[in-house]
């Protein structure tokens, strides 16, 4: 089992800065790529952000291309979401998920159905 914890959400306005954090316990070394994801109220969740176990490969949708940048320290069991330029359309509750399927080692998947593990979710909120 993998259990994974957001943190970083607020409430900020517009053109500012957040990092978001998730931290992975239990088995995370078998944790290869880890993606964000976000979900606005009424929509479908979408895919922002992933990264490999290496951190060779990273992903972005073409909405937070050139904002955010995704990272993770593999020592801290930790991936973050740097995002910057925040706008209202960012608004949105933001997950992080874990791929534990060793046959995508190398991989950042984009599609939700790849992850295995979840976090709870951490809001975040872009007033204009």
């Not at 970083?8 to 990092?19: C, D, E, M, N, W």
């Not at 972005?60 to 069991?77: C, H």
């Not at 706008?87 to 046959?103: R, S």
Request: net charge positive; glycine share 10%; with cysteine.
């Amino acid at each position: 089992q993998v259990q994974l914890v957001e943190s970083g959400g607020g409430l900020v306005q517009a053109g500012v800065s957040l990092r978001l954090s998730c931290a992975a316990s239990g088995r995370s070394f078998s944790i290869y790529g880890m993606g964000w994801f976000r979900q606005a109220p009424g929509k479908e969740r979408e895919f922002v952000a992933a990264i490999s176990r290496s951190g060779g490969s990273t992903y972005y949708a073409e909405s937070v291309r050139g904002r955010f940048t995704i990272s993770r320290d593999n020592a801290k069991n930790t991936v973050y979401l740097q995002m910057n330029s925040l706008k209202p359309e960012d608004t949105a509750v933001y997950y992080c998920a874990a791929d534990t399927n060793i046959g995508r080692i190398n991989a950042a998947p984009r599609t939700p159905a790849a992850y295995d593990y979840w976090g709870q979710g951490t809001q975040v909120t872009v007033s204009s």
